[in-house]
């Protein structure tokens, strides 16, 4: 009985996921905000909605510890780009921002691959 997953086909098992929030996070707030909600509310009844489905992915052991970590390590790249991008606008303009955007993010994707090709994992558990 097969009880790993090939890393191939998580690209499809992660990318219904990422549809469904992303719908969620702009559709939901804008039907809430035409419905008479304010900003704010809209954007914590969302953000309560995605923080439900990320700490069930996280598990149950020390699930508020890992929420923190994780979020705290996702706000670094937001910061650091928003100061690459910055940079390229005011050094270049907007379209060599648009470009240096893309081939980092490229970058970023190669190096991945690369780095998971190097880890000799060849199967991911459920």
Do not use: C
Request: proline share 5%.
């Amino acid at each position: 009985m097969k009880t790993t997953t090939e890393p191939s086909s998580i690209v499809f098992l992660v990318f219904p996921y990422g549809v469904s929030v992303g719908f969620a996070t702009v559709t939901l707030p804008f039907l809430l905000i035409q419905h008479g909600f304010s900003v704010a509310a809209a954007a914590s009844i969302t953000g309560v909605g995605i923080s439900a489905i990320v700490l069930h992915a996280i598990g149950k052991g020390m699930a508020s510890t890992r929420d923190a970590l994780l979020s705290s390590i996702a706000n670094i790249p937001p910061f650091y780009m928003t100061i690459f991008n910055g940079w390229l606008h005011d050094k270049y303009n907007i379209t060599a921002m648009l470009w240096g955007e893309t081939f980092l993010g490229l970058g970023f994707v190669i190096i991945s691959f690369f780095i998971l090709s190097q880890t000799r994992v060849n199967k991911i558990p459920i």
